[in-house]
């Protein structure tokens, strides 16, 4: 268990959860890194993930459910939750539907009318429409895992939205 911090274990010593985060797929598209760790009073199990997820517009909608999955399928939670995090002061994370791209694109041009580009704001960066957008969408979701993977409505989809791209963002995800 080279790399994995198991609590009340020590190197060498066979683990409880022998397939802990090394199962998560290191060629998983935008998979940065992988931390594991074991809760032996309560037995669980938990997981660290970020995802690495480039943007191309100044504002977009990104679907990052895929990428989520990816990540999960191979960990050894099979059911719990994931926490969905950006660490990003003008990026949001939201759930909504993924079947219809029009979806996504009525929501960011909503959006683009409530929140403009140029208003009479104070901050002098010069995104202050950004954001009030993240703020408004928010930078975590809880959700339910089964079956190592995201237990989400069929017509449901995970989005990173961007405000300030394009840039590089930061998912990160703890699974427990």
């Given at each position: 268990?080279?790399?994995?911090?198991?609590?009340?274990?020590?190197?060498?010593?066979?683990?409880?959860?022998?397939?802990?985060?090394?199962?998560?797929?290191?060629?998983?598209?935008?998979?940065?890194?992988?931390?594991?760790?074991?809760?032996?009073?309560?037995?669980?199990?938990?997981?660290?993930?970020?995802?690495?997820?480039?943007?191309?517009?100044?504002?977009?909608?990104?679907?990052i459910t895929e990428k989520i999955n990816a990540?999960?399928?191979?960990?050894?939670?099979?059911?719990?939750?994931?926490?969905?995090?950006?660490?990003?002061?003008?990026?949001?994370?939201?759930?909504?539907?993924?079947?219809?791209?029009?979806?996504?694109?009525?929501?960011?041009?909503?959006?683009?009318?409530?929140?403009?580009?140029?208003?009479?704001?104070?901050?002098?960066?010069?995104?202050?429409?950004?954001?009030?957008?993240?703020?408004?969408?928010?930078?975590?979701?809880?959700?339910?895992?089964?079956?190592?993977?995201?237990?989400l409505g069929t017509w449901q989809g995970v989005?990173?939205?961007?405000?300030?791209?394009?840039?590089?963002?930061?998912?990160?995800?703890?699974?427990?």
């Amino acid at each position: 268990m080279r790399g994995a911090f198991l609590a009340g274990s020590s190197y060498g010593e066979p683990a409880k959860y022998s397939r802990c985060c090394f199962s998560v797929q290191p060629n998983c598209p935008g998979f940065t890194g992988r931390r594991c760790r074991a809760d032996t009073e309560k037995g669980g199990i938990a997981l660290y993930i970020e995802l690495s997820i480039k943007t191309t517009e100044r504002e977009q909608f990104v679907n990052i459910t895929e990428k989520i999955n990816a990540a999960l399928a191979g960990s050894a939670i099979r059911e719990g939750c994931c926490t969905v995090f950006v660490s990003h002061t003008t990026a949001a994370v939201t759930v909504n539907e993924d079947a219809d791209p029009c979806v996504m694109s009525d929501m960011l041009s909503f959006l683009q009318k409530m929140v403009p580009l140029r208003g009479e704001y104070t901050h002098r960066e010069g995104n202050s429409d950004a954001h009030i957008k993240a703020g408004l969408l928010g930078c975590s979701l809880h959700l339910i895992i089964r079956n190592n993977i995201l237990e989400l409505g069929t017509w449901q989809g995970v989005f990173l939205a961007e405000f300030d791209g394009p840039r590089t963002r930061q998912v990160k995800l703890w699974v427990d």
